[in-house]
Nanobody, 119 residues
Framework: QVQLVESGGGLVQAGGSLRLSCAAS????????MGWFRQAPGKEREFVAV????????SYADAVKGRFAISRDNPKNTVYLQMNSLKPEDTAVYYC????????????WGQGTQVTVSS
């Protein structure tokens, strides 16, 4: 089992920045592929970013490319999502997720953290 706890959400003005953190416990963090997803009101959950166990091969949704950056600190069992140049359409609940392989579905999910961007 893996437990994931997100933090760092909040209210920010358009153009501002936030950094989300996701602390993991319960399994060797360095073996996990870590991802961020988000769900806006009335919409389906969507992929935001992913990073492999080694920290390599970060990948992003087109909507956030060039503005968001995913990173991880394996000794701290933490993955981060740096969000810059935020837009009102980035408003959503952001979820951290983990899986044991590169492909396939995510096995573990956090409870989510709210990000609200005002115009």
């Amino acid at each position: 089992q893996v437990q994931l706890v997100e933090s760092g959400g909040g209210l920010v003005q358009a153009g501002g920045s936030l950094r989300l953190s996701c602390a993991a416990s319960g399994r060797t963090f360095s073996t996990l592929t870590m991802g961020w997803f988000r769900q806006a009101p009335g919409k389906e959950r969507e992929f935001v970013a992913v990073i492999r166990w080694s920290g390599g091969f970060p990948s992003y949704a087109d909507a956030v490319k060039g503005r968001f950056a995913i990173s991880r600190d394996n000794p701290k069992n933490t993955v981060y999502l740096q969000m810059n140049s935020l837009k009102p359409e980035d408003t959503a609940v952001y979820y951290c997720a983990a899986k044991t392989g590169v492909d396939g579905p995510y096995d573990y999910w956090g409870q989510g953290t709210q990000v609200t961007v005002s115009s």
